[in-house]
């Protein structure tokens, strides 16, 4: 089976460097004029799906967003995953899971295993008891040619206490967390299916990016602040592998499908100016 990596890397250059998300919270139902109820939610969803799943190269369902409405979202969110998929989208999770042994497995069993309703190309995890405890969850995605997106500077006021902590040999906890993917990196061709949660509006992190060798996630652009320019600053020499990530700023253009599709393309056309990426008579892209 094909990396993540191998996949990610190809959908990029195919589709353009972004991801959208698909956060349902009740501020955007109510925008749509949708109920805050299963059925807002799958009118939602379905129609994010018909509009940009055939088009953009990663979508991003936000799992909380969906288990607020219990076994029916989580229904839900099975559906939509399926629908992504069957349209050519990777379809990232955001779950943000971290435990430990038979849990973390448990895990990695539900969204990175085939067999599972759950089953998506990547998740967001998180490291902080240790990158060595998500071992079975990076051990089922190498064997199903999945992925994982590891927490590492996050844009929330309250990460940088952690994150930005030093350990005995002087490196943040973040530098390590970085160090260490880039490891499990090392040798891949064209791209590691591991990847880094790096935030979009966190400027200069003064952390060593250029040896990750696999996807950079950059969340927090559009409504929360971030800008396509912004992520020259953030990422510099490691610019090349990053996927940004937009939400708010496209799913408030709907519930007009022709509004979103354009609102993506917008999105899309200004990190492509950026990332150096340009598009091809056939409608592919490629690096500069």
């Known amino acids: 089976m094909e990396s993540f990596g191998t996949r990610l890397h190809r959908a990029m250059r195919e589709r353009g460097p972004l991801c959208v998300g698909i956060d349902p919270h009740p501020g ?3 925008r749509w004029g949708l109920p805050d109820d299963v059925s807002g939610l799958d009118r939602f969803t379905r129609t994010v799906t018909e509009a940009l799943g055939d088009r953009v190269a990663v979508v991003k369902p936000q799992s909380a ?3 607020r409405y219990g076994s029916r979202g989580v229904a839900v969110l099975e559906s939509t995953i399926r629908q992504l998929r069957e349209a050519g989208a990777l379809v990232l999770l955001d779950v943000k899971r971290g435990d430990i042994g038979s849990t973390v497995a448990a895990y990695a069993d539900a969204y ?6 759950l089953y998506v190309d990547a998740v967001t995890a998180s490291p902080y008891l240790g990158v060595g405890s998500l071992a079975p969850m990076f051990d089922t995605a190498a064997r199903h040619g999945g992925g994982v997106f590891v927490l590492a500077l996050t844009s929330n006021p ?20 970085i160090d260490e993917i880039a490891q499990l990196n090392a040798g891949a061709d064209p791209l590691g299916s591991v990847g880094l949660v790096v935030g979009a509006t966190i400027g200069d992190t003064g952390h060593d990016l250029s040896r990750v060798h696999g996807p950079l996630l950059a969340p927090g652009l559009g409504a929360q602040g971030g800008t396509a320019a912004d992520l020259r600053t953030v990422f510099g020499s490691a610019l090349s592998a990053v996927l940004p990530s937009y939400s708010r700023q496209v799913l408030s253009a709907g519930p007009d499908p022709a509004a ?5 393309e917008q999105v899309l056309t200004d990190c492509r100016r950026v990332l150096g990426a340009e598009k091809l008579t056939d409608g592919s892209v490629t690096a500069r």
Do not use: C, I, N, Y
């Open 28 to 30: 955007l139902l109510a």
């Open 65 to 67: 967003f969906f288990e």
């Open 112 to 117: 990175l295993d085939p067999s599972s309703p």
């Open 158 to 177: 309250e990460g940088g206490a952690v994150q930005r902590a030093r350990g005995a040999d002087g490196r943040t906890v973040a530098q390590t967390v």
């Open 260 to 264: 979103l599709r354009a609102a993506a």
